[in-house]
T-cell receptor, first 114, second 111 residues
């Protein structure tokens, strides 16, 4: 298995533009997590899904952020409109059967909003 | 709510030095505890874990013991290498199936 796949690896955009980050979890995993990493705040959980259903989105910073998981093999995190303070590394992670004993992380998307 | 506190970095050591990175937690019940490592440009990966009190997790020369009485899970290694330079995250699994991470500790090992 190729692991958790995220795209793009790097995204540079201008303030006000829409940004869409993509994630393909490991096949068979039924939990998916979106994290944001910054120097100031460390690693923050934004939202997580179980069996494609959003379970907890309390970490989503504002209405500008939205996440979907239309099927077991794909998820998106969208920011509209983007702002400079959204600049961060966004990680997707997946795990199996809700045990969450081991999260597998993707390589992340480095987002820069100018 | 559940939380993890770990020592702030960066931590800079010479090769072959002894390493300790402190981690304490606050949680309801007895969560599983983890250390994850993040190498430059990569996502986090599990380094070791312990699922109950007095368990010792170990991997790649690193060790951590689940101490219920002090609510701690300190990471140790007897002799670090340059290749150990990375960011280390202490974490626990909370009751609502989330993994709660500490802020991370950056480790620099000098040759």
């Amino acid at each position: 298995d190729a692991g958790v796949i995220q795209s793009p690896r790097h995204e540079v955009t201008e303030m006000g533009q829409e940004v869409t980050l993509r994630c393909k979890p490991i096949s068979g995993h039924n939990s998916l997590f979106w994290y944001r990493q910054t120097m100031m705040r460390g690693l923050e959980l934004l939202i997580y899904f179980n069996n494609n259903v959003p379970i907890d989105d309390s970490g989503m910073p504002e209405d500008r952020f939205s996440a979907k998981m239309p099927n077991a093999s794909f998820s998106t995190l969208k920011i509209q409109p983007s702002e400079p303070r959204d600049s961060a590394v966004y990680f997707c992670a997946s795990s199996f059967a809700g045990t969450n004993e081991k999260l597998f992380f993707g390589s992340g998307t480095q987002l820069s909003v100018l | 709510g559940d939380s993890v506190t770990q020592m702030e970095g960066p931590v800079t050591l010479s090769e072959e030095a002894f390493l300790t990175i402190n981690c304490t937690y606050t949680a309801t019940g007895y969560p599983s505890l983890f250390w994850y490592v993040q190498y430059p440009g990569e996502g986090l990966q599990l380094l070791l874990k312990a699922t109950k009190a007095d368990d010792k997790g170990s991997n790649k020369g690193f060790e951590a013991t689940y101490r219920k009485e002090t609510t701690s899970f300190h990471l140790e290694k007897g002799s670090v290498q340059v290749s150990d330079s990375a960011v280390y995250f202490c974490a626990l699994d909370s009751r609502d199936d989330k993994i709660i991470f500490g802020k991370g500790t950056r480790l620099h090992i000098l040759p």
